[in-house]
Structure formats: C-alpha cells, structure tokens
C-alpha cells in the first residue's frame, strides 16, 4: 500500500487545512489554510489555536497524532474491525501512519471533519437488519470468522467504544444503534435506555433515545443537525491531549476545561451533574472519550461557539479501570462529600449550589433504583 503523504483536512467541503509528516515520518504536521483563518474557527482552541504558522504534534500521547485528529479514528471495537479487513488485504495494521487511518475514514466519520484523498477499503453495503448485524458481530468477536470485518466497520461508521453498533439513518434522523459484546448482559440495551431515562430525569442533557426490536439501545446522533449537516465535535481527551489508555483526569480538569472552552454556567453545572450521576450509579466508564463538546454558529452574531455536548454511554459499569472511576474527584477514586463541594467550588459553583445539586441528583437517582453500592 502506498503510503499516504498529504491529507486535506475538509469541514462541510471547505478546505480547513493540511496534514502532513514531519521528515522522519515519525509527527504530523498541520497548518490551517489561510481561507479557514479567515472565516472560520480554531477546530481544537488548545492544541491548534487558530493562526498562521504549522505546528508540529507531540510524539506522545497520540503516538506524533494531534488530539483532535485522533478523535476521528475509529478505537476498540472500531480498531479490531480495521486490523481484521485489513490482515484480509494483506495489510499490517502496524505498519500504517496515523494519516494513513485517517484516510481510511474519508468521510464516513464521526463529527464534520472529513479527510482527503481518502482510501477506500472495499465497497460495502449499509445493513439495517440489527439482529443479524448483531449475530455477525457475535462471530467476528469470538474469532469464528473475519469476513465481514470491514462490512461491520462500514456499518459502524468508524465510532469509538468498545461495544459493537451501527450508525444509520432513517426519517426520524440519524442514530446509533448499540449491540451487545460477548461479554455483555443479554439485557445490555434495557439497562442503558433505563440509564438515560433516570440521566433526563436528574437534569441531565442527552440526545433522543429508544430501544430497537426490544433490546438494542439506540441514540440520536448530536453529530448531526436536524437539517442533516455535520456538526464539528471534540472529546475531551482530544481537546486536551490525554489518552484513554492513561486514565488520569479528574473531574477538576473536565469543569474547568467546560468553563474555558464554552464560557457558559450552565454547561458547567451540566458538567457537574454529569459527575454526580457517573458516581452515584456506579458508572465508572468515565473516560475522557466519553466527554465531548461542540460547535455551533450564533444565528445572531455569526460567531462560532463551543458548547458542551449531550451526555452519552451512561450505563452501569462496575469494572473501570482496576476497579476505579476512569475520572477522580478532587484527586480521590473514592471521594467523600467535601471532594464533591471542592471541586464545584473551584470552578465558582455556591457551595449552597453544590449541596442542591447532590441532593437532586441522588433523590432522582434513588428513584429510578439506580444508587449503587459502593
């Protein structure tokens, strides 16, 4: 396979700018394009404020990948189905340049930016038959076969997470459909959908959800607007360079992170409802991956602003990371009352506020049956 040199990085078919490899093959290289500096916005404020110039990414976390680029790659389950259609052509997975995965995502990727010239693995086919999409994942899963390695990732629209699912489209929207893995309670889909209904209940922002056939959940895409145009989004990890193999953020970092980038109060308190539910339901899948935030354009102003998305993979799980939350609280995987009154108070919350806000969500997650044992 020839090696991909230069990629045009495209947001609703505008050039925002140029990835490249550094000499030694070893970095990317990105800078914007002069058009995008003039009308358009910083795609990750931290890592690539918006300016002339090139910049030049780390060799780590992201292995010489900007953050925000590496969002756009497909992980876990998404990786496994790549290296697997992959190994069918011939191709070893690690052998490949980040620009060469990225050009394998085209444009069949998360959020609104789309890569070019892309790479096309073979033609495959949309599926909309969830039960066998299910059976076939069941078997590339457990090593039963490897054929429709790339129809599963085809399906899947190279999103993360470690769960198979689907990306589809109908005349209610856009969707994620959420399959179980072999692992996984054959009641997977009931457990989220009851998740999300308590999440709704407790204040919480989440996108429009449903349960497909009686078992698969399934979430309307926040990727997408109502009108079917792209919208750019960012994870937190990508935004702020942390890897989900090195779980080492706090919930400290995610408020003010929140505060920074959207300037808005009541995306933090958002934030911190989010923080509350995750540990009061036991979810411990509270990676930097599954925060994300993006951006809209004022219909007054004209400006771009970053918000913070709706809330998703708000589920039960009890594993985490060597049994601990992905995310601390005030440096603690075991916080008491005072590290959840910190680290609201850090970012200007009342201490007033904070107690409401505990309060609130624990009496609405109480009634859902959803306080966990710790």
Not at 94 to 122: H, K
Not at 161 to 175: A, F, L
Not at 187 to 212: H, M, S, W
Not at 233 to 254: C, F, H, R, V
Request: aromatic share 10%; proline share 4%; net charge negative.
């Amino acid at each position: 396979m020839k090696r991909t040199e230069l990629l045009k990085v495209m947001f609703h078919g505008l050039t925002v700018g140029k990835l490249s490899l550094s000499p030694d093959n070893r970095l990317n290289v990105f800078e914007y394009d002069k058009s995008w500096i003039a009308e358009g916005f910083s795609i990750s404020p931290l890592e690539l404020p918006l300016k002339p110039g090139i910049f030049i990414a780390k060799p780590q976390p992201f292995y010489g990948n900007f953050g925000i680029f590496e969002d756009s790659l497909p992980d876990g389950y998404g990786r496994y189905l790549l290296r697997k259609a992959l190994l069918r052509k011939g191709i070893n997975d690690s052998d490949l340049s980040s620009l060469d995965r990225l050009a394998f995502v085209g444009d069949n990727g998360m959020g609104a930016l789309t890569y070019s010239p892309a790479i096309n693995l073979e033609s495959e086919e949309q599926i909309s038959d969830f039960d066998k999409l299910q059976q076939i994942a069941f078997e590339v899963l457990n090593e039963k076969q490897d054929n429709d390695a790339g129809l599963l990732l085809y399906n899947s629209g190279n999103s993360g997470g470690v769960r198979p699912k689907v990306v589809c489209s109908g005349d209610d929207g856009h969707w994620i459909v959420k399959f179980r893995h072999i692992y996984d309670p054959i009641d997977k889909g009931i457990q989220e959908y009851r998740y999300n209904e308590a999440a709704r209940q407790c204040g919480i922002t989440v996108p429009d959800f449903k349960l497909v056939n009686g078992r698969y959940f399934a979430s309307r895409r926040f990727d997408i607007d109502s009108e079917g145009k792209r919208i750019h989004t960012a994870t937190a990890g990508g935004l702020l360079g942390i890897s989900i193999q090195e779980p080492y953020l706090d919930y400290s970092n995610l408020l003010s992170l929140t505060g920074y980038i959207t300037q808005s109060k009541d995306d933090v308190e958002q934030m911190y409802r989010r923080m509350l539910f995750n540990y009061i339901t036991n979810n411990k899948d509270d990676h930097c991956k599954n925060f994300s935030f993006y951006v809209i354009k004022d219909i007054d102003t004209g400006d771009w602003r970053w918000r913070l998305a709706p809330a998703y993979d708000l589920t039960l799980c009890t594993e985490g990371y060597n049994g601990e939350h992905a995310t601390s609280v005030n440096g603690s995987g075991h916080p008491k009352l005072t590290d959840f009154i910190a680290v609201g108070t850090k970012i200007k919350l009342s201490s007033t506020r904070c107690h409401e806000l505990i309060e609130e969500i624990r009496s609405g997650c109480a009634k859902n049956g959803l306080v966990q044992p710790r």
